[in-house]
């Protein structure tokens, strides 16, 4: 058989292969929306129903739906009185009901109360997309605080985080950070069930790639070996590149960046002042070692200096950053501090509704310009992660075209042609990266595809700009992002060369290992690495029951984490998986004068899988609130943190001679002063508790 005949009957074999697994219950999964356990339920069971929101796509990932995790978890949940019910929505309609008009609503009301949602992380450093989602403080509505949608409200752990994320010490950070990870899993916000080592799967003629944490951050390494391609596939253009992108696109301008595919084209197009990126640059076919990923300058022309104290500002808070002198945008536009200072000053005007808002408010207090290429970050506290702040692209810290943007209302900047206009290339703005999209008709499209040409005045190509040698990529004229919504058609798409590299391809296991024959797929490269994400249970701390921290803590302990390990993620591509703890990643390293720590806290457990364990925070929840022997329940413990210390007498002071009408539910902080549970916080209360005190509850 020639090499092109098997290849032919290896395409169909691998696509037939690959529906036939995919169509598995295992691996599909099933979505109940009324589930009654074998049996039914036992007497005075399901004591209440909690709703699971997600999306059509059954698999994993950033809207994943994890149909096959929710079964198991459903499942188990049944066996301690919990019914859940799994509700599916197309993409946008979850989108809205999780972060627009849902985030701070309970399903019933129109928003959610648990889901399932990938969360990506750089490994360079927790921040961004790391404090903003957990801070008390932190709501996404009204802007411009973070994105806190649980919402989160533990004074202890904002306190642990604070001092973590502020202190430049390393030992001081790990200590911290460390505790304050271990607060997570006493009152956990969410239940993290893995972090995955994946496939990927692209060309062996892509080149100058990283898929972990530099992605198109740094594209300056990215180049195709066009002979290899031309053999592959002499049908295709040997100067086009082609990307497979899991979603559609949603948006164009950075500023309001909210999907993967939003964030790819943006970066593309987009730059920030320094970009996240690896020294060395791996050899094909690896992934950086933590102690390699670096950040770069990449619009700014050096590295910040921190400016010391002046009379208007403390030590460490003014950080001032040069630009590189003779960039330009596309249009020919001198790239300059105004419009740095334009677009943070416009992120940050509430008005505008900015995606990103939240991951750089809380740190960035205002942008001064000090002469038109130098502009000072003016710090609320000193941030050893502000490299990292600044080379965030989403939402923004990649720099807009003030001259083009300035004169329309910045309210309407989200409605306007340059942020939705996929088919009215005249509202497009220009750019400042290595790509631009292509003029004409339905080159943009939400639904298909966006082509994008080398823009010739990207400073990266220039060497009087940026220095010898210039960046990449030299040799690709065109990069495509194609829409292919099913994870099975991606990976048939990936083996037969009709893309080059992409999001998400799900197969078996050993259908990946099949790929990596290179004797019979001579162009394919793949490669497995620890993926830097959580794939986390999201809790809605404003759904009643689950603002009570032991309902949190029976679901953590009754979600089957090995069965989904070993049963379910395997058919989807996950080979091997770390247990979940918190959301701070294993390769979360920080090193600061010389010492290098670990920001993971390696000591810490996750959760048992343990339904017996389960049941007991059940027990303790149905006798605290509904049960007629309040000794069988967590008797002197209000707040719910399974100790009976001097903060439940304070909550008992302050509800004394309230009824339970008036405290029975916060939403985000579950209280409970009436320890003998006769409706009335009393006297009889306090000499419940005393007797109990220090008393720690399963």
């Not at 809207?63 to 499942?75: C, K, N, R």
């Not at 919504?485 to 009709?498: F, I, Q, T, W, Y």
């Not at 986390?536 to 032991?550: H, Q």
């Not at 010492?595 to 806290?601: A, D, E, G, P």
Request: aromatic content about 18%; some cysteine; charged content about 20%.
């Amino acid at each position: 058989m020639s090499l092109i005949e098997f290849r032919n009957t290896a395409k169909y074999l691998l696509a037939t292969i690959i529906c036939l697994l995919l169509a598995s219950p295992i691996v599909a999964g099933c979505l109940v929306q009324a589930y009654t356990p074998p049996g039914g339920w036992p007497p005075g069971q399901p004591y209440f129903t909690l709703h699971a929101t997600v999306t059509t796509d059954p698999y994993w990932g950033y809207y994943g739906g994890y149909h096959a995790v929710w079964a198991a978890i459903q499942s188990a949940c049944a066996q301690i009185g919990i019914n859940i019910e799994i509700n599916q929505y197309s993409e946008f309609d979850w989108y809205d009901r999780v972060w627009e008009t849902g985030w701070n609503k309970s399903w019933d009301e129109g928003g959610w109360d648990m889901f399932i949602n990938e969360w990506w992380l750089q490994p360079h450093a927790p921040d961004p997309w790391f404090s903003s989602m957990v801070y008390s403080w932190a709501d996404p509505w009204p802007l411009p605080e973070g994105y806190n949608i649980a919402p989160w409200r533990n004074s202890d752990a904002d306190g642990l985080l604070w001092k973590g994320m502020h202190y430049f010490d390393a030992n001081q950070r790990k200590t911290y950070l460390w505790l304050w990870q271990e607060e997570f899993m006493r009152d956990p916000p969410w239940a993290n069930i893995y972090y995955p080592r994946i496939f990927e799967v692209m060309g062996r003629y892509v080149l100058g790639y990283d898929p972990s944490g530099c992605w198109f951050y740094d594209v300056a390494h990215l180049e195709l070996d066009n002979a290899m391609l031309a053999e592959a596939r002499p049908d295709r253009d040997p100067r086009t590149i082609i990307y497979a992108v899991s979603e559609p696109l949603w948006s164009m301008n950075p500023m309001f960046t909210d999907t993967y595919t939003d964030e790819q084209f943006i970066t593309l197009q987009f730059r920030t002042l320094y970009k996240w990126s690896a020294d060395p640059w791996p050899e094909s076919g690896k992934v950086p070692d933590s102690d390699e990923y670096v950040i770069k300058p990449d619009l700014a022309a050096d590295y910040p200096k921190y400016l010391k104290a002046t009379p208007t500002s403390a030590n460490g808070t003014r950080v001032r950053v040069p630009l590189r002198q003779g960039a330009r945008w596309s249009d020919g536009v001198k790239i300059n501090a105004t419009d740095v200072k334009w677009t943070f000053d416009t992120m940050f005007t509430t008005k505008a509704k900015a995606s990103g808002i939240g991951d750089f408010s809380y740190v960035i207090k205002s942008v001064e310009i000090v002469d038109e290429y130098r502009v000072d970050f003016i710090l609320y506290d000193p941030f050893p992660d502000i490299l990292s702040i600044l080379s965030n692209d989403w939402g923004t810290g990649a720099i807009l075209p003030w001259h083009f943007l300035k004169d329309i209302s910045v309210g309407s900047l989200k409605s306007h042609g340059s942020n939705w206009g996929f088919t009215t290339p005249d509202l497009w703005m220009p750019v400042s990266g290595p790509f631009k999209a292509r003029y004409g008709t339905n080159t943009v499209q939400p639904g298909t595809r966006a082509i994008l040409d080398r823009n010739p005045l990207y400073y990266g190509y220039n060497t009087s700009i940026v220095g010898s040698p210039a960046w990449g990529p030299y040799n690709i004229d065109t990069l495509i992002m194609q829409w292919i919504e099913d994870p099975a058609s991606r990976l048939v798409a990936l083996e037969e060369n009709d893309v080059d590299f992409g999001e998400y391809p799900t197969a078996p296991v050993a259908t990946f290992k099949l790929l990596n024959n290179t004797a019979n797929y001579p162009y394919l490269r793949v490669m497995q690495y620890d993926y830097p994400a959580s794939n986390p249970v999201w809790f809605n701390f404003d759904n009643e029951y689950i603002s009570n921290r032991y309902v949190r803590l029976a679901i953590c302990h009754a979600i089957p984490y090995s069965y989904i390990i070993n049963q379910i993620l395997p058919p989807w591509g996950i080979e091997t998986s770390r247990r979940g703890k918190t959301y701070i990643l294993p390769h979360h390293y920080y090193t600061y004068g010389g010492t290098t720590v670990h920001l993971f806290n390696e000591d810490l457990q996750p959760f048992q899988e343990n339904i017996t364990l389960a049941q007991k925070y059940m027990d303790l929840w149905r006798y605290s609130k509904v049960g007629t022997d309040y000794t069988k329940g967590p008797v002197g413990d209000a707040d719910f943190n399974r100790l009976v210390e001097l903060p439940d007498w304070y909550i008992w002071r302050d509800w004394f001679g309230s009824t339970s009408s008036e405290w029975d539910y916060l939403p985000g902080q579950d209280i409970d002063p009436d320890f003998t549970n006769n409706d009335y916080v009393d006297m009889y209360d306090f000499y419940a508790w005393r007797p109990k005190f220090g008393t720690t509850y399963p």
